[in-house]
Each structure stands twice: as C-alpha cells, then as structure tokens.
C-alpha cells in the first residue's frame, strides 16, 4: 500500500473520541442544535450562474436538481495518478472531489495545474469539487494554513475558474477548524465566503465543519444560518464529514434533518465506513438516508491512504478494489445504484431524457453454492446509455433489492442452503429511467455447502495493535487447478481475541472458533488468485496468531 503525506482520517484527539458517544446525544440533538434546525422564510437569490443553491437544494443551471455521488481524490499528494478521474468515472460517479494545496504546508498546484483538473473532470463528465487541504485542523494542528490564506490562493487562481460555474464547486479549505476553541470558526468561515464574492466569485462554495470536521460539538450546525446569510449569492453549501463520531443511525439521521428541516443546503463531503481504533462509523445509514432525503456524499477515499482501509482501490488499480471500494460502488444505495450525471455534460439525467432503458435479456445462474449465486444476463440498450442494473428477488408480488451492478453480472450473496430463489433484473440510465424487468431466473441453492478447498494456503498478519485491540488481515490463495465458486473458513484464535467488524467476509464466532463466509466480490477464487479480508478486534496483552486454517472442511497452508 502507499501512504499519503497526510493521515486520510481526519479525527479528534484520542481523549475526546473517547467520551463522544457520552457527548453526542446531548449535544447534536440538544442546545446547539435549534438555531439551526428551524426553518428560516427563504430570501431572495441571485439570478443563477452555473451550479446554484435554490430553497435549500443544490441545482444546475439548468434548473435541475444534482445530487453529487462520487470520491474523493488525493492529487497533490500523487499528481502523476492521471488515470484516476477516468477510473472513478467508469465506476459511475457523478463528482470527484480533488485535494489541491495552497503552498502552506505542501506543494502549491498552480494555475496551469488547476486548468488540466478541471479539464480532466469536463473531459470524464464529472463536476469538479476543488478544495485546498492546507487548512486542515487549524487552532489544533501549528502546521495548518488560515482560511484567509486559502481564500487568497483561490482568487490567485481565478482567470482559471471563471467561466467554469457550471462544473467546479470551490471547497475554501478542507476541516478548517480542530477540537480546540471550534466556535471561533464561525468568523473566518464568514470572512473567507465574503472575500471570494467581493472578488468576483459566483461559483457555488462548499464550507467545512469544525472539529476536524465532524461539527461534534455543534458549532456548524447551530451557525450555519448565519454563515449563509452572510453569502450575498446564496450559492453556498454546507459539508459534514462522517466518521467515527457518526456510529449510531440517531447521531447520523438527526444531524442531516436538522438541515434539510432547515432548508439549508448539505452535503457529506467524507465519509468512511470500515472500523478502526476510534469508532464503527455507520455508513449504511449515511448512505440510506442521503439517498432518501437527496443529499450528495463523497467517500473518503480513491486511493493512496496512510490508512488503508481507507483506500476503495488498492494502489490506485481499479480492477482492486477494497471491501470498503465494493461497497461504494456496487453496494445498496451505492453510487452505480444511485448516480445521476449531470445534464450539463448533454446526456442522460435532464428532463428531456424521458425513454427508459429496453428490458435486459433473461438473467442465467452459475456458481451456485449453499450461500451464493452468478447471476448474468444479456444487457440493456438505452437512448443515451446504461448507468447500472438492478437485481431483485421475485416472491409473488413482492420484490426485494439484492444486488446492483455497472455491468451485467453480479454474484448474490447470503442465501440459505437448499432454498428455491427468483430473481429478475432491470436496468436503469443516468436520468434515473427504469426498465421494464426482465424474464425471471430459479436458482435453487446447494445443500452440500460450497466447493471444498483442495489446495489452499492463508496468510495471517496483525496490521495494527492499541491497547485492547487491532486490526488483521487474513490472504486467501487457491493453489489448486480449478476455481473456488464459495468457501468458509474456519480458525480459532488462541488468546481471547474477538472479531469485532469485518470487510470481505461475514464472521460468526463461539468462543475461540471463528468462521468466515465470503463477501460477493470475495466468494470466487481462481487457481492461483487469492482475496483478502480484513477485520478488527479485541485483544488482551497477549494477541498470537492463528497457526491452523480450514477452508469449507479441508486443510490450508499456513504462511
């Protein structure tokens, strides 16, 4: 893995994450909530110039409403990865928010530089969120630059951004405020909005939160009217970034109606899912609940983390991606599910684009196991294009989502062993029109359990140990001459250690004993291939490793 000059996970100190689920509940859904959370009479806007904010929503020039669904993406750490605006847009994103620098604390991207970004997102139809870094955790962090600073280096940078309203979102400076004193964030917050417009500026600006932005003390949300307010376009939105704080579906869905309820615009500028030291964010309802209420989000991150759980592709390779990349992605109300290009870009997604997609040929079934199922099927065709497919089980007159995909396979995961299945799919295009579904598919699952693992090896290795826990990663390779369509493995840990969340299986545990099943995109194993998954656990002072490893009843070598 590589590892970026700066940690991707942005969090508070370590003694004060450990009192914030104490502090949450008091202080999300208590005082420094309401001044916020009452809605304001909406005051007139500035006539619209490109991406604007209307009525709380974020709107194209158009007119129509856009919804971001996209990545983040470290540029001025890895200026030579080129190939990643293209990779994330094949992936379905609508947005790509880029780390640039000031010159404060890394390496300033200067003019020309800036042009050829924005150029790239135009040229792979994505909007293009700009944000300067620099700034992260001022008044905590001594080497963090000023917003001031920041606002400067956006100005600098202006021949190159007019003109660009309907496709690039300046993002001022990234968590621009620490844990320590977050009010004061308010007035250099207001300071920077006002010098960009008195500068010229009609873009749509993005604002962070405080406390390394995560806001957990409030100080946005109960300041936002008043930071708004002080727009004179009123094309300003809002950005929270979700992470440790945010591991209770209350502390996520209470911080976004507060919003919403409002009318003040918002977005979920980061967020991660996957556990580590500090928390268990809960990034299914972030995404459930941003799908539900039309609010954006911008996972946190392409590649290149000095935390690599971090990473949704490993190495920046697309053909890698993570459990944390697959769930982006391809998982429920997931970007290839949810995304909408923008209509600027003269496709799909505009009120002109009415037809919907022809119905997918009839889906077969292969790798059947006792848990899982390859469904394929012959695509779609569409007036514009695709944007993804949608698999359901069929039981008489209900339907129920299982699966989506950007192309026209997909592995179901979690069935029952000899248990009789439907399934059907649709398609869907970027403007959100549906298919009519496709003729249906029986699967009906294997009693005997998955293919059994004739010739294995596993790889076990402890990633990171704190005191009473840590990270491990367990590499799964076939050695054998055919392919591994399902598994389970099993072992046992020798010290009291607990699997406490996982990526790229499912755990069940009894005591010491531990069994995996397999993710869809972990279940397959060609010959001489491996997958990888990843958890974190529990741990006394003792954590030895696991010397003895079975996958689906046989034997495994250990490395």
């Known amino acids: 893995m590589r590892s970026a000059t700066s940690t991707a996970r942005k969090s508070p100190l370590t003694v004060l994450l450990k009192v914030l689920a104490a502090l949450l509940g008091v202080v999300l859904l208590g005082a420094l909530g309401p001044a916020a959370a009452q809605a304001q009479p909406v005051r007139a806007e500035a ?92 008044g905590e962090d001594a080497a963090a630059g000023t917003l001031d600073h920041a606002a400067d280096y956006w100005i600098s940078l202006k021949d190159v951004l007019a003109g660009q309203e309907n496709y690039v979102i300046i993002n001022i400076g990234n968590e621009p405020w620490g844990n320590t004193d977050p009010a004061g964030w308010t007035a250099p917050t207001t300071a920077a909005v006002k ?49 440790s704080v945010y591991n209770t579906a209350q502390a996520v869905t209470d911080y976004l109606n507060a919003f919403v309820d409002a009318k003040l615009p918002l977005l979920i500028g980061e967020f991660g899912g996957p556990a580590d030291q500090w928390g268990d964010p809960d990034e299914d309802t972030m ?53 909408k290009e923008a209509t600027v870009f003269g496709s799909g997604g505009g009120p002109g684009d009415t037809q919907p997609p022809t119905a997918p040929g009839t889906p077969t079934a292969s790798a059947v196991t006792a848990t899982s199922a390859t469904l394929s099927w012959p695509a779609a065709t569409d007036n514009v294009a695709i944007a993804g497919y949608d698999v359901v089980r069929v039981s008489g007159g209900t339907e129920t989502a299982v699966a989506s995909s950007t192309s026209n396979t997909v592995t179901v995961t979690g069935l029952t062993a000899k248990t009789a299945y439907v399934f059907a799919v649709y398609a869907r295009d970027a403007a959100g029109n549906r298919s009519p579904r496709s003729a249906t598919v029986s699967v009906t699952t294997d009693a005997s359990g998955p293919t059994p693992g004739v010739g294995c090896s ?78 974190t656990g529990t741990k006394g002072t003792t954590n030895t490793a696991p010397t003895a490893f079975t996958l689906s009843g046989g034997t495994c070598t250990t490395v």
């Open 47 to 138: 006539a619209a110039t490109g991406l604007h904010i209307s009525n709380g929503r974020l709107l194209e020039g158009n007119g129509n409403d856009f919804v971001m669904r996209g990545v983040n993406h470290a540029h001025t750490w890895y200026p030579g990865e080129t190939q990643s605006l293209a990779d994330i847009k094949a992936f379905g994103a609508n947005t790509v928010r880029v780390v640039l620098s000031d010159g404060h604390r890394w390496t300033r991207n200067g003019p020309a530089e800036v042009a050829g970004i924005i150029a790239d997102c135009k040229t792979n139809r994505l909007i293009c969120v700009l944000e300067v870094h620099d700034t992260t955790g001022y």
């Open 195 to 243: 010098k960009l417009r008195g500068a010229g500026f009609a873009h749509t600006i993005m604002v962070d939160a405080p406390n390394w932005g995560q806001d957990w003390q409030g100080v946005m949300r109960a300041n936002a009217r008043s930071v708004y307010d002080a727009d004179t376009t009123g094309n300003l939105i809002f950005s929270i970034h979700m992470y």
């Open 458 to 535: 596993v790889g076990y290795r402890v990633v990171g140990e704190w005191p009473g826990g840590f990270q491990g990663e367990i590499t799964i390779r076939n050695t054998g001459t055919s392919t591994i369509n399902g598994w389970n493995l099993g072992f046992a840990f020798a010290n009291g250690q607990t699997v406490s969340n996982m990526w790229g299986g499912t755990p069940t545990q009894t005591g010491a004993t531990v069994s995996v099943a397999p993710a869809a995109y972990t279940s397959v194993i060609a010959a001489n291939t491996s997958v990888t998954v990843g958890f």
């Open 287 to 339: 995404m459930a609940t941003a799908q539900r209420l039309g609010l954006g989000y911008l996972a946190w991150s392409w590649s290149g983390n000095t935390d690599p759980i971090l990473d949704l592709a490993i190495d920046f390779d697309p053909s890698r991606l993570s459990s944390w990349g697959e769930r982006i992605f391809h998982g429920a109300n997931g970007i290839a599910q949810t995304s």
